[in-house]
């Protein structure tokens, strides 16, 4: 597996800056890391982890003092929606890959899904130089599986690979056919990267724009059933196992679809999962409102399938949280519910949200979050964050006892379309280090040069 930072694409990469974490309660669930102590980071790696307080700190190094702050290894999201080329009007790699800095993470994954589509080896090219001059942190790119996503003709997955594209999605549509998607899961064992799906059976999903339930039954809106969902993942499970491929199921959002995901896994097939933080902590109840932030595909459901994902959460069932982070622009959300865009940030928000939500009342453990929020990466042949001596150098310091309201000093995003607005949230990132390089630092937190 490569490192996060030296494979992906960003504007940083030259070798980053001495840095002494003086104090952290570093807490790294894949080393069985969990102490107070200096982290002394040099030419990019972590050089030292010593007892608080005794690390010296070499001529010139950026002493950050973090008592009371928490080190854990730095973020990586799977599912990221950057909007370029096409739509920079809701985002560009510039301020999404600074919203994911914000939010403790020192990698992404971005869609395919843009306008128009990346389906050509120059598009992968292009994105990625584009990364290289904007982007804050190291960003992958995927590639569509078929061309302009209409589910009849592969793309050149080999050439695309080749290009650089890290794996191959046609997210927003599934993959109808299950002729194509048998062709694309042999291809895809030949060439290697993941194909990462959006799983809904459009004949059952129809004209549905919520899930379906006693709310969507009670304001009268059209319902996406859960069988939907399922039985596409039961479908490509099948596929992965009899082609030996390998596939990843986005946004898991029932217990069904749990339940079809631990089934493949039972029987061998090389079938990973991942959820978000909205449908681990919100339910269809929030639609009541007509609100169109909760709006979203797939939909967010009962509180019945908000606990079985985070049972599955637990029992690995899901293998790690991605944001789906989805930006819109304000005339596309400020209108009536059932015309409204699908989708919604959360860069910004995961962690905090799931701290507040999830670790704070005891319903999962803290290392537990850690753990899932960056094992995204290892879909994609990446070797998670870890703070260790040698690994390089990506954490994320963060305040467990900070209390703000998310939204209200703004978004690094460009798009302020969270489910998340406006809530008090407990826990906040301070500060990123990716590669050994500070990409992101809130205002008010200071360091200071050692002599």
Same mark, same amino acid.
């Given at each position: 597996?490569?490192?996060?930072?030296?494979?992906?694409?960003?504007?940083?990469?030259?070798?980053?800056?001495?840095?002494?974490?003086?104090?952290?309660?570093?807490?790294?669930?894949?080393?069985?890391?969990?102490?107070?102590?200096?982290?002394?980071?040099?030419?990019?790696?972590?050089?030292?982890?010593?007892?608080?307080?005794?690390?010296?700190?070499?001529?010139?190094?950026?002493?950050?003092?973090?008592?009371?702050?928490?080190?854990?290894?730095?973020?990586?999201?799977?599912?990221?929606?950057?909007? @370029?080329?096409?739509?920079?009007?809701?985002?560009?790699?510039?301020?999404?890959?600074?919203?994911?800095?914000?939010?403790?993470?020192?990698?992404?994954?971005?869609? #395919?899904?843009?306008?128009?589509?990346?389906?050509?080896? #120059?598009?992968?090219?292009? +994105?990625?130089?584009?990364?290289?001059?904007?982007?804050?942190?190291?960003?992958?790119?995927?590639?569509?599986?078929?061309?302009?996503?209409?589910?009849?003709?592969?793309?050149?997955?080999?050439?695309?690979?080749?290009?650089?594209?890290?794996?191959?999605?046609?997210?927003?549509?599934?993959?109808? @056919?299950?002729?194509?998607?048998?062709?694309?899961?042999?291809?895809?064992?030949?060439?290697?990267?993941?194909?990462?799906?959006?799983?809904?059976?459009?004949?059952?999903?129809?004209?549905?724009?919520?899930?379906?339930?006693?709310?969507?039954?009670?304001?009268?809106?059209?319902?996406?059933?859960?069988?939907?969902?399922?039985?596409?993942? #039961?479908?490509?499970?099948?596929?992965?196992?009899?082609?030996?491929?390998?596939?990843?199921?986005?946004?898991? /959002?029932?217990?069904?679809?749990?339940?079809?995901?631990?089934?493949?896994?039972?029987?061998?097939?090389? +079938?990973?999962?991942?959820?978000?933080?909205?449908?681990?902590?919100?339910?269809?109840?929030?639609?009541?409102? +007509?609100?169109?932030?909760?709006?979203?595909?797939?939909?967010?459901?009962?509180?019945?399938?908000?606990?079985?994902?985070?049972?599955?959460?637990?029992?690995?069932?899901?293998?790690?949280?991605?944001?789906?982070?989805?930006?819109?622009? /304000?005339?596309?959300?400020?209108?009536?519910?059932?015309?409204? @865009?699908?989708?919604?940030?959360?860069?910004?928000?995961?962690?905090?949200?799931?701290?507040?939500?999830?670790?704070?009342?005891?319903?999962?453990?803290?290392?537990? +979050?850690?753990?899932?929020?960056?094992?995204?990466?290892?879909?994609?042949?990446?070797?998670?964050?870890?703070?260790?001596?040698?690994?390089?150098?990506?954490?994320?310091?963060?305040?467990?006892?900070?209390?703000?309201?998310?939204?209200?000093?703004?978004?690094?995003?460009? @798009?302020?379309?969270?489910?998340?607005?406006?809530?008090?949230?407990?826990?906040?990132?301070?500060?990123?280090?990716?590669?050994?390089?500070?990409?992101?630092?809130?205002?008010?937190?200071?360091?200071?040069?050692?002599?």
């Amino acid at each position: 597996m490569g490192s996060i930072a030296e494979t992906l694409d960003w504007r940083g990469g030259d070798g980053g800056v001495d840095v002494v974490v003086r104090g952290a309660h570093a807490l790294d669930p894949r080393t069985d890391l969990a102490r107070v102590c200096d982290l002394v980071v040099r030419d990019g790696r972590i050089a030292q982890i010593a007892d608080a307080g005794s690390a010296e700190a070499p001529a010139g190094a950026e002493t950050i003092e973090a008592d009371g702050l928490y080190a854990f290894p730095a973020f990586f999201d799977p599912h990221v929606h950057l909007r @370029s080329p096409g739509q920079e009007y809701k985002e560009d790699i510039e301020t999404g890959t600074r919203a994911a800095a914000a939010g403790g993470y020192c990698g992404i994954v971005a869609m #395919a899904n843009t306008d128009p589509v990346v389906q050509e080896p #120059a598009d992968v090219r292009s +994105l990625r130089e584009r990364a290289s001059a904007e982007g804050s942190v190291p960003t992958g790119f995927v590639a569509t599986v078929t061309r302009g996503m209409r589910g009849e003709e592969l793309t050149e997955m080999a050439a695309l690979r080749e290009a650089g594209a890290v794996a191959f999605s046609d997210d927003g549509l599934p993959i109808v @056919s299950a002729g194509i998607m048998q062709r694309a899961l042999q291809y895809q064992r030949l060439v290697g990267g993941t194909i990462l799906l959006h799983e809904e059976d459009p004949a059952l999903t129809r004209d549905g724009v919520m899930g379906e339930g006693a709310v969507s039954a009670a304001l009268g809106l059209a319902g996406v059933p859960a069988v939907s969902e399922s039985t596409m993942i #039961a479908r490509d499970g099948a596929l992965c196992l009899y082609e030996d491929a390998t596939a990843h199921v986005q946004h898991l /959002s029932a217990r069904q679809s749990v339940e079809a995901v631990a089934a493949a896994k039972a029987a061998g097939a090389r +079938l990973t999962a991942e959820v978000t933080p909205h449908h681990l902590t919100l339910t269809d109840a929030e639609i009541e409102s +007509l609100d169109a932030r909760f709006k979203m595909n797939p939909p967010l459901r009962t509180e019945d399938d908000r606990k079985a994902l985070i049972d599955a959460l637990r029992d690995g069932t899901v293998d790690c949280i991605g944001t789906d982070h989805a930006p819109h622009s /304000s005339n596309e959300k400020d209108v009536p519910f059932e015309v409204a @865009s699908m989708g919604v940030t959360g860069l910004e928000t995961a962690f905090s949200v799931l701290y507040t939500e999830l670790v704070e009342p005891g319903v999962i453990d803290l290392g537990l +979050l850690v753990e899932r929020m960056g094992s995204g990466a290892t879909l994609f042949d990446l070797e998670p964050a870890t703070i260790a001596p040698g690994a390089a150098a990506s954490l994320v310091l963060v305040d467990l006892e900070a209390e703000w309201e998310a939204g209200a000093e703004g978004w690094e995003s460009r @798009s302020h379309n969270s489910a998340f607005a406006g809530r008090r949230l407990r826990s906040r990132p301070v500060l990123t280090i990716v590669g050994g390089e500070v990409a992101y630092r809130r205002r008010s937190f200071a360091m200071r040069v050692a002599g």
